[in-house]
Each structure stands twice: as structure tokens, then as C-alpha cells.
């Protein structure tokens, strides 16, 4: 029996408001769950959201943060200075609405298959739980969705305009996330080497202005203050205080807060100079760590890897019946986001093999949700704030992958 209408003629004549009605009840439902959620010390979380707000307050150059998520809290408070949590929520909610809207209007182009994966994602409470956090999760996952979408449709339309914005907006995810400067460092030169040889002398120059301008000028204010070209020092402490002590507590048989805490007082008994001093002291004892423990440090790795892509919202793992469904839930969509991304590798390497195709626009995505997955695996205690983030741009990929397994629509 056939249905009395065209499922995909519908969405296609409908789409506008399909998005708005489903985006918009998605994020009712959502809200009410948050609001159902038992909100005790929710919105700050030790030592993360303390450290956003206190170089919120000037600006100032940190040694840790960079200045894209302090910023932005900066801004909601000097908009709304006596109920700037609130307006954070609100904000921040505002760009989670953004994220859902950018993948909906993608996917209502292909079929109700790929919808279903759009609201796959949207149905997970996760990302409206974090909008209530003064953490960087919602900012980072909405400019690396705007990227996505910019970067491909750039590609896609052969728009170079629209390639510039896709970087510019790739480099503020940089100030947010710090460590996709390896990633941002690499783009730069695809960029510069694809449009130079197309000779597009005016899209090279303002590429690398909006490296320099953004990426050149937060390394300018760190070595103004601490002494060297760095964008941040927050690599370094990571790896010492949890892959360094994940390591050492396999190795001498003792638990992970011990080492933690044996480290930390080792560093308030010395006194540094500068941080400059302290970073190349951790630097320099988790490199001797891991010459002297190599074994404990693969296992260290998986160990992490496979906790933060197996676990759930950790902002309501405890011991009420709401904070337990609602992490059983998130880690459900932890487990089988990252199946998504298993399978979308796989598509990629038989693609490759039997065709022989260099898709770099999609290849690129999928090395940047890789990349994010694969540093899960230096943290710990985490939940899934590794794997929230890319899961926007992952379904964005799955949905380029159906429509068509070449590059002929690119300009390589």
C-alpha cells in the first residue's frame, strides 16, 4: 500500500518550517529536561569554568586559556552584568540551536534516512546539559559546524570567499580549542598551496592575515607576557597532571588521585620564574615518563581512550533516577556515535581502494573528527565533552558520502 503523499516531496516543499517545528520542539523538550535536572554546581566546573571566568574579568594574557571562550563570556556580561549566567545559558542555547539548524538544513536536501541521523544527534540532551556549563563545548561545536558546512559548500560551489570564511572561522575554533592548532597549522598550507596555484594571489594574502591576525596575535600576547611563541601551555599540563599520572600510577601500582596529588605538590614545593620554567619542567618529566614506562603508557592511552568514548554526560552521573537515565541516554549516543565514525572511516579507505579517488574536502573532515576522537586518549574523567563536539560534522560527512563517492564536484 503506498502512502496518499511523497515523504521527500513533502520535506523538499516544506522544509523551512519542518526544521523550525522540529528544532524548535527539540530544544523544548530538551529545556525541560534541564530544567527537571537537579542543578547542584552545574554551571561551574573545578578548575575548568574558574579559570574561563577569571581571564574573563581583563582579558588578560593567560598561560593556560586562550582568549576565544573568555571573550565570550565577556561579552554576556558586559550585555546582561547582573544575570550574566542566566544570559550565558541563553546564549549559549541560542548556539546550540544554531548547530541543529545547520544540520537540518543540510540533511533535509538527501533523504528521510539521513534525517533520521540528524535528529539521531539532536535527540541527545547532551550538548543543551553543556549550554548550561561555563565550559567551552557549545562555542567549539558550533564554529567547527560552521566550518564544516562553509568548507564544504565552499568546495562545493567553488567559492573561494567562502573557503577565506571557512579558515577565518577555523582559526577562532583554534582560540576556543587550543589544541587544533596542529590542524589549523596544516589547513594554512593546504589553503596557501591550492590557491596559489589556481593564482588567487588576493584569497592567499587574506588567509594569511587571518592566521596572523588571529592566531599570530594571541602567540604575540603570550610571548609578551611569559617569553615565547606559544599559544597556550595548556598541552603540557594536561599531559602532566593526567597522562603523566595515569602512567605512573600503572607503574607503581597506586591509584591516579595519588599520583595526581604527589604531582601538584611537587610543583607548589619549587619555586619557577616563570612559567615558561614550569612548562618545560612538565615538559621535560612526562617525556622521561614515557621513555621509562612505555607499555604503561599504551595502555594509559587506551585506557582513556576507551572511557571517554564509552561514557556519558558527566555532569549528571550520580545518584538520583533522572541524573542516571539521563547519562545512560548520553552514553548510548556516546557508543554508537563513535560506530558512526568506525563506519565513516571504513567508507572512506573502500572508497579509496576501489576508486582510487582523492576526495580531500571530505577526507579532510573525517581526519579532523579523527583527530578529536584520538585525543581522548591523553584525559581522563571526561564523559563524552571528546566526542559531542564532532558529531555534527560527522553526520555532515555520512550525508556527502550518500549523496556521492567522488570528488568530481570539487576543484582539486
Known amino acids: 500500500m503506498s502512502l496518499p503523499f511523497s515523504p521527500s ?17 527539540i530544544l523544548i523538550i530538551h529545556t525541560c529536561i534541564w530544567v527537571a535536572m537537579p542543578n547542584d ?49 541563553i546564549a549559549q542555547l541560542l548556539l546550540v540551536g544554531g548547530v541543529y539548524f545547520i544540520v537540518l538544513s543540510k540533511l533535509f536536501k538527501r533523504n528521510v534516512g539521513f534525517l533520521l541521523l540528524a535528529l539521531f544527534f539532536i535527540a541527545n540532551p547532551s550538548l543543551i546539559i553543556y549550554a548550561r556549563c561555563m565550559l567551552t563545548e557549545v562555542l567549539f561545536t558550533f564554529l567547527l559546524t560552521l566550518y564544516t558546512a ?18 577565518g572561522v577555523f582559526c577562532l575554533a583554534v582560540l576556543v580549542r587550543p589544541g587544533l592548532l596542529p590542524l ?7 589553503y596557501l598551496l591550492l590557491h596559489l ?23 604575540y600576547r603570550y ?13 603540557d599540563i594536561t599531559t602532566y597532571r593526567y597522562f603523566n599520572t595515569k602512567i605512573l600510577s600503572l607503574a607503581n601500582n597506586t ?21 615558561k620554567t614550569l612548562r618545560r619542567y612538565m615538559h621535560n618529566v612526562s617525556y622521561q615518563t614515557l621513555q621509562k614506562h612505555p607499555m604503561q603508557a599504551v595502555r594509559a592511552y587506551f585506557e582513556n581512550l576507551v572511557s571517554n568514548t564509552h561514557n556519558g554526560n558527566m555532569s549528571y552521573e550520580g545518584n538520583k533516577k533522572i541524573s542516571r537515565q539521563v547519562f545512560l541516554i548520553t552514553r548510548v549516543f556516546t557508543i554508537l556515535s563513535v560506530v558512526l565514525l568506525l563506519f565513516a572511516n571504513l567508507f572512506v579507505l573502500i572508497t579509496y581502494y576501489r576508486n582510487r579517488i582523492s576526495d580531500w ?21 571526561q564523559g563524552d565533552r571528546f566526542v559531542i563536539i564532532w558529531i555534527p560534522t560527522l553526520i555532515f560527512c555520512l550525508s556527502v558520502m550518500h549523496k556521492k563517492n567522488t570528488a568530481e564536484n570539487y576543484i582539486l
Open 184 to 190: 589549523c597549522i596544516i589547513l594554512l598550507f593546504v
Open 9 to 25: 516531496v513533502f520535506f523538499t516543499k516544506n522544509k523551512n518550517i519542518l526544521i523550525a517545528f522540529i528544532a524548535c520542539a
Open 41 to 89: 554546581n552545574l554551571i561551574f566546573h573545578n578548575p575548568d569554568s574558574y579559570s574561563y571566568l577569571s581571564v574573563s574579568e581583563h582579558l588578560n594574557a593567560n598561560e593556560v586559556r586562550t582568549i576565544g571562550y573568555p571573550l565570550f563570556i565577556y561579552l554576556t556580561k558586559s550585555l546582561f552584568k547582573n544575570n550574566y549566567e542566566i544570559a550565558l545559558f
Open 361 to 381: 574536502p571530505l577526507w579532510w573532515l573525517i581526519c579532523v573528527c579523527n583527530y578529536l576522537f584520538f585525543s581522548a586518549g591523553i584525559s581522563f574523567w
Open 150 to 167: 562553509l568548507h564544504y559548500y565552499g568546495y562545493s560551489r567553488k567559492s573561494t570567499s567562502m573557503q577565506v570564511l571557512a579558515f
Open 197 to 219: 596555484k589556481r593564482g588567487n594571489i588576493k584569497q592567499t594574502l587574506l588567509i594569511s592575515i587571518l592566521f596572523l591576525g588571529l592566531i599570530g596575535s594571541q602567540a
Open 255 to 275: 591509584t591516579v588521585s595519588y599520583e595526581m596529588h604527589k604531582a601538584d605538590s611537587v610543583l607548589n614545593s619549587m619555586n619557577f620564574q616563570n612559567p
Open 223 to 235: 610571548q609578551k607576557t611569559f617569553g615565547e611563541y606559544r599559544i597556550s601551555m595548556i598541552g
